[in-house]
Every structure is written in C-alpha cells, then in structure tokens.
C-alpha cells in the first residue's frame, strides 16, 4: 500500500515542503508550454493536492479556468483555505470519477506526481483515457513526475529510491522529502519506468508525445540567478545535471 493522503499529519507535512525543485524544473516547464498555446483557457489539474500548482497558474493569466480535482478532502481543504482564487474551481472526486466534465470540453491537463502514488497498471491507463476523453481534439496532457533514471540521486530537497537499487515497474520505493526545521517526511510511492508512460499513453490515444528533463545547468543564466535569488541558493547538488523529473506532452489527435 501507498502513501495514504487522506491522513491529516501527512497532509500537513507535504504543504510545508519546500516544493522549490518541483516549481524551477517542473512546473515552470509546464507553464512555458501552456503559454505558447494562446488557444488554452480551460485546464484540468488531476490530482491537485494543496493546490499548489493550480494557484500558480491560475495566477498567470485571469482568463484561465482551472478545473483542480482531488480525492483526498483534507488536500482540497488546505487548497481551498489557502489557495483560493476566483478562476479556480476545486472539487472532490472519488474512483476517479470525471463524469461531471463532458467529452471534449477541456483544453489542456496537467497530472503531477499522481502515478507515481498508484500501483495499479489498469487504473493508471483508466485515469489517462478519462482525461483523454474530456479534452478536446489537438488538447494536451502534461504529466509531471519523478525521473526513473533519477534513483538514489541526492536533490536539494528530496531524494527519489536508493542509489544503486534496481526497480522494476510496479516496485515499491520511498521518496524522502526534506522538510525544513523537521525529519523528512517518507513518502512510499512507486516505481513507472518511462516505457511504461510511452505504453499506456498509447494505449489511451494519445500522439505526438514528447518528453522534458529540465536540469539547473539547461536554465539560461538569467532563470538560474533569479532562482539563487528567490530561494537563496548558495550552491546545487545533483540537479545541476541530472533532471529530477519527467515530463510527457501528449496530444489527443
């Protein structure tokens, strides 16, 4: 079993997370391409968590409409009591049930670290062909998570499984969080090989997939510093080279 999310100390923990990685390589890669769609307005965040992505977007741009679903209740009540905006919508799903979007009314999904925390291949694929059903033709879906070829590699604030360990899709493994003034907060989650992502995404329709692992080297000077800044950055450690995370664009055609 997984990481129950439905646990209020563990919900706690994770929104204290210093999520700094996550937003400089990952999210702020998923709004670079959003952005370049001048046609997106309406996005579904599956899996939203504390809304910590959704609030970030939705404050980009007034006109986005974003749709944040979740099944764990105590995750969308810290997103509604700290995240909320107007264009946000946040709403409790449960079974993975999107039943009140219909077919093809939304034009971009993002899914972060969502698979990662599930160990059943069919409800993973069930999860993609439900988005893939709601988005509309030539809509994208963004998947966000840790890196299979990041294993054991020690990241600013996380590191992902153990160094040298070899997992196969479906294994259990630990990402163990840093959380500032406290231990880390052990996450258990699980093991997707990124043929596994290529496989299911295939299977649920999607084309044209394409894949991201943004490292800190890769930032141009001006988005490295500004980062330094922001965070107060002395020095990085593995990210500099080693991308954290993965990112698959999929277009439903």
Same mark, same amino acid.
């Given at each position: 079993?997984?990481?129950?999310?439905?646990?209020?100390?563990?919900?706690?923990?994770? #929104?204290?997370?210093?999520?700094?990685?996550?937003?400089?390589?990952?999210?702020?890669?998923?709004?670079?391409?959003?952005?370049?769609? &001048?046609?997106? $307005?309406?996005?579904?965040?599956?899996? /939203?968590?504390?809304?910590?992505?959704?609030?970030?977007? =939705?404050?980009?741009?007034?006109?986005?409409?974003?749709?944040?679903?979740?099944?764990?209740?105590?995750?969308?009540?810290? =997103?509604?009591?700290?995240? !909320?905006?107007?264009?946000?919508?946040?709403? /409790?799903?449960? @079974?993975? *049930?999107?039943?009140?979007?219909? *077919?093809?009314?939304?034009? /971009?999904?993002?899914? /972060?670290?969502?698979?990662?925390? @599930?160990?059943?291949?069919? &409800?993973?694929?069930?999860?993609?062909?439900?988005?893939? &059903?709601?988005?509309?033709?030539?809509?994208?879906?963004?998947?966000? *998570?840790? #890196?299979?070829?990041?294993?054991?590699?020690?990241?600013?604030?996380?590191?992902?499984?153990?160094?040298?360990?070899?997992? $196969?899709?479906?294994?259990?493994?630990?990402?163990?969080?840093?959380?500032?003034?406290?231990?880390?907060?052990?996450?258990?989650?699980?093991?997707?090989?990124?043929?596994?992502?290529?496989?299911?995404? @295939?299977? =649920?329709?999607?084309? @044209?997939?394409?894949?991201?692992?943004?490292?800190?080297?890769?930032?141009?000077?001006?988005? &490295?510093?500004?980062?330094?800044?922001?965070?107060?950055? $002395?020095?990085?450690?593995?990210? $500099?080279?080693? !991308?954290?995370?993965?990112?698959?664009?999929?277009?439903?055609?």
């Amino acid at each position: 079993m997984g990481t129950s999310w439905k646990e209020t100390e563990i919900t706690k923990k994770f #929104n204290e997370y210093n999520d700094m990685l996550e937003n400089i390589l990952g999210f702020q890669t998923l709004f670079d391409q959003i952005q370049k769609d &001048r046609s997106i $307005k309406t996005i579904l965040d599956y899996g /939203c968590g504390p809304g910590k992505v959704s609030y970030r977007l =939705a404050g980009i741009k007034e006109e986005y409409s974003v749709i944040a679903v979740d099944e764990s209740e105590g995750m969308l009540n810290i =997103a509604q009591n700290e995240r !909320a905006k107007e264009n946000i919508h946040y709403q /409790c799903i449960a @079974n993975d *049930d999107l039943s009140f979007l219909e *077919d093809s009314s939304i034009d /971009c999904a993002i899914i /972060c670290f969502v698979f990662i925390n @599930n160990s059943n291949k069919e &409800r993973i694929l069930k999860v993609a062909k439900e988005v893939f &059903r709601v988005l509309k033709k030539n809509g994208t879906l963004f998947i966000l *998570d840790s #890196n299979p070829e990041a294993i054991g590699y020690e990241f600013t604030t996380f590191q992902n499984g153990l160094k040298n360990f070899k997992y $196969k899709d479906g294994d259990k493994k630990q990402q163990y969080l840093h959380i500032p003034g406290s231990d880390d907060l052990i996450l258990d989650d699980y093991f997707w090989s990124r043929e596994f992502y290529l496989s299911f995404l @295939n299977k =649920a329709g999607f084309k @044209n997939i394409t894949i991201f692992e943004p490292t800190i080297d890769a930032l141009s000077e001006e988005s &490295r510093k500004e980062a330094e800044k922001i965070y107060n950055v $002395k020095e990085w450690k593995d990210e $500099k080279e080693q !991308a954290p995370f993965i990112i698959f664009d999929a277009v439903k055609k």
